[in-house]
């Protein structure tokens, strides 16, 4: 079996993420569901920053 085919509850490897916002009164909002982004071991950790007006750095 292809780890990308394993279900989530036996441990297969993966990177998940949810887009999220904070309003003025800090209250979180959910913009989206749980996604898998990656299946991979070697991709640990990733962090976003936006270092531009238009552009996003994913690093991990």
């Not at 292809?2 to 441990?11: A, K, P, T, W």
């Amino acid at each position: 079996m292809l780890e990308q085919d394993m279900d989530y509850r036996y441990g297969g490897h993966f990177v998940q993420f949810k887009e999220w916002k904070v309003n003025d009164d800090f209250e979180v909002e959910f913009i989206n569901n749980l996604e898998k982004l990656d299946y991979g071991y070697d991709f640990y950790a990733p962090q976003i920053f936006q270092n531009l007006k238009d552009r996003v750095i994913m690093l991990g």
